[in-house]
Structure formats: C-alpha cells, structure tokens
C-alpha cells in the first residue's frame, strides 16, 4: 500500500521506544486521523472523539482476506485474522478489548461484529454458519 501514513504502524519498529518516543508517535498520528496502531500484536485505538469515515463495507474490503501486516492498522484487520482462524483453521478467538469509560471500547466491538456480519453475508455455507452461530451465542464482557 502505497498510502502515506504518519510515524510507524506499529511501534515495536520505533527508533526510539521511551515514552517520549511513543507519545510523539501516537500523537503524530493522531492529528493526522490515523487512530489505529500496532504494538506487535496488539492493536492500540485512539478516540478521536469525532465519527472517522474508515468503516462500512468499502473499507471491510480493503481488509477481506488480506494480511494484517499489508494494510494500514485498523480494527477490520483484528476481525479479519480471527474470522479466518475461526473458519480456515477451526480455532477459538478471543478478541480483547480495554480502556477507559469514554475510550471507545463499544464502538470497536460494534465495528467488529460489523465486519463479521459484512464478509459472511450471503456465504451461507455450513462453516460460516457455525461462526456466526459462535459469535452471535459469545458475550462481550
């Protein structure tokens, strides 16, 4: 992706990783409406405190069978590495989400179990099935 994108996806590629360092590079990216990055596995989200236009099922595609690591970090890019555990290897996912009252917490589950419902829509086969049946009977803590 030939996009460019402030400071560095995920921060374990960080010239320097003191917090001056990582508050530099959030914030960076921040202001430029980047609120998704990457600590290794973990994704951090920033609240922007503002409706961002990077969900809905254009950008579900951008994200749909494609490499966390190949697209700019976001929530869809979580969803889809545990969707396609859930159905390509028949593995248990467990996505966790955390932070403060205000952090944007319920907006991410909400974001994800969009992307859930927009790449199993119309699939119908029995797997896909079963995932959403797993999911649907799941709950958020």
């Not at 508050?23 to 994704?43: Q, S």
């Amino acid at each position: 992706l030939l996009v460019f994108r402030p400071g560095v996806d995920d921060m374990t590629l960080l010239t320097k990783s003191d917090p001056p360092g990582i508050m530099a590079n959030l914030k960076e990216r921040l202001e430029a409406r980047c609120i998704y990055t990457y600590i290794g596995g973990v994704l951090v989200a920033m609240n922007p405190f503002t409706w961002l236009e990077i969900y809905g099922p254009e950008a579900a595609k951008r994200y749909t069978h494609v490499s966390r690591l190949d697209v700019p970090p976001h929530v869809f890019a979580v969803a889809e590495e545990a969707f396609r555990s859930m159905t390509d290897e028949e593995e248990s996912q467990c996505i966790i989400i955390s932070g403060e009252s205000g952090a944007g917490k319920t907006e991410a589950s909400k974001q994800i179990q969009s992307y859930l419902s927009i790449v199993s829509a119309g699939k119908g086969s029995k797997e896909v099935e079963r995932v959403k049946k797993v999911f649907l009977e799941s709950n958020p803590l």
